[in-house]
């Protein structure tokens, strides 16, 4: 017999040679059928744990947020019945023609082995799209949004690199609205998200983050990481960002960065000095130290990643802020994040739509487009969109409409499906009877969306087992006669943070019986709605309203100050009495009434429908049209409190 290690003229090479193919041939084979068995494996493992329907298993479905059961029994081809005996079991009763919301059908459908997802109401209009080519594709400004703790010094550290004191006019050092900020190193550009700092802002933060191409995490050195801190790397990881690291406050002597880089590496952020790869640059918001290199670390992720964009298409983006402003009307913070946005362009935001009528930059100077990752402010909408709203441009202003109109009466719908509950106050709702789960319905008012968004996240968090708290409305701008009624109808809680109601929602609020609270600080709502949730409560102020006066005319006196001649619309002005200043419905400032004048003599107050000169304490900033209203407080027994 040949040796079978002697190589043969047709096999060619060396007899090691010849060993190695055999060997890779063997294990192809093998890998092969490897394969085949994990598949087999795969397959009767799907088999035998399948459910009734394994066709429907893992199929996802597109349904509205509003829905009724027959729609939802169609769309995954399920008897109605079925349907209504699933929801039964959920404890929703309802039959084959109500509607349910999107939760519970989502919750049902699951049940039924389908993935349902959630469209947009308006989305069925057709709308041009356009094919984003790879040489049509340009570099874009890298997104960045500034996270950490609070007092830890990120929105003086912004100040610093954009050259603006903002920090110094911010109530209690928190950022209450977010802000977009475009600055320049060189020749490139880089945009800012300013993000609140502090958990009661967790969902602004983390809208902040999906718009964000790179996280930068400010800690302070003579701090080090915080519960705060935790939370922005968490929601930085969510949203697979790069994260860069800013170690504040170095000139102060405590500081300690190493400590800091200690801690970072146990919560899973390993310096690049330690081996790891995560950026940390020592900076100073005071002294500007370490500002340069921040940027330069910050444009070095943002070429790692790539970012490109379509200038040259219609604009797609995302609304930043929004509010309701008296000389312009709805205003938006818009993030362009791709193609151009114009002067003129026809625009669908969320529920609403609009003509673009001007474009402001973050600068304060009008522009006439903004391109991919620039922030603006856009004039021109019919209503005042949400934070986290898309925007999209369309060519014709009936498709902007109908698509508007479609979604706007999609939520309304929603919101009045979602509605109900028992009347109750802060006050008696742990005394009000119910059958099982408590819930209280509560209906937002604030001066600006990013506050709106931040309590409606934090109140609805609050919920235990024996408590539900839902947020059936929310908005922006003054408390209304529909938010009252809205209340009434849902027996829900009217909340207002940093606005009043007009005279006539007031009126009404008394007739329908509707609690309105008040607020400035978000803690003081959390606060109230604890001790609520544990019938704790107690009044011990009861606020009462003078009167309101309009300003008519600005006086700048020398040696004395700011005098504003105003008209007494209601109740009476009284001197020394405690006053706010309402500002398009929002609280400015909050102080008493210095002096008081009628005609030319000081008098103790001025009754409804006469003129006076008023000056505000501690306060000069008055405006035509702003409203002055005077109150005062009354301390309320214990056993005054509705049993």
Known sequence: MPDQSVPTPSSGGRPGDRGRVREEKLSKKDREKDLLIEKERARKKRTDTAPVAPARQLETIEIPDLLTVQELATSMIIPAKDVITELIKTGTMATINQNISSDVAISVARKFGFNAVVKEAGEEVTVEQEEDRPEMMAPRPPVVTVLGHVDHGKTSLLDKIRQADVAAGEAGGITQKIGAYTVEKGDRKITFIDTPGHEAFTAMRARGAKVADVAVLVVAADDGVMPQTKEAIAHARAADMPIVVAVNKM????????????????????????????????????????????????????????????????????????????????????????????????????????????????????????????????????????????????????????????????????????????????????????????????????????????????????????????????????????????????????????????????????????????????????DDLRKAMLGMLEPTFREITLGRAEVRKIFKVSKVGTIAGCYVTSGKIVRNAKARILRDSAVVFDGEIESLRRVKDDVKEVAENFECGIQIARFSDLKEGDVIEAYTSELVAPEAVPA
Do not use: C
Not at 383 to 410: F, Y
């Open 251 to 526: 000139d102060k002597p405590e500081a300690q960065p190493e400590r800091v880089k200690q801690q970072l590496a146990q919560e899973g952020l390993q310096p690049v000095d330690w081996g790891g790869k995560i950026e940390t640059v020592p900076v100073s918001a005071r002294t500007g130290e370490g500002i340069d290199k921040l940027l330069e670390t910050v444009l070095l992720e943002a070429d790692i990643q790539e970012l490109r964009a379509n200038k040259n298409r219609r604009a797609t983006g995302i609304v930043i802020e929004s509010a309701l402003d008296r000389g312009r009307g709805a205003v938006a913070t818009v993030l362009v994040q791709n193609g151009t946005l114009r002067v003129g362009d026809i625009v669908v935001v969320g529920g609403t739509f609009g003509k673009i009528r001007a474009l402001v930059d973050d600068k304060g100077k009008q522009v006439k487009k903004a391109g991919p990752s620039i922030p603006v402010e856009i004039m021109g909408l019919q209503d005042v969109p949400s934070a986290g709203d898309t925007l999209m441009v369309v060519s014709d202003e009936r498709v902007a409409r109908e698509t508007a109109a479609k979604r706007k009466t999609r939520r309304r719908d929603t919101r009045i499906a979602t509605a109900g509950g028992q009347r109750v106050s802060l006050e008696t709702f742990m005394q009000m009877p119910a059958e099982g789960k408590k819930t209280l319905n509560l209906i937002i008012k604030a001066d600006g969306q990013g506050s709106l968004e931040a309590l409606r996240a934090r109140m609805e968090s609050l919920s235990t087992a024996e408590v539900d708290i839902r947020v059936i409305h929310g908005g922006v701008g003054a408390i209304t006669p529909n938010d009252v009624n809205l209340a009434s109808a849902s027996n829900a809680v009217l909340i207002g943070f940093n606005i009043r109601p007009d005279e006539t929602a007031k009126r009404l609020s008394e007739n329908e019986r509707v609690d309105l609270r008040f607020y400035q600080v978000i803690y003081d709502v959390e």
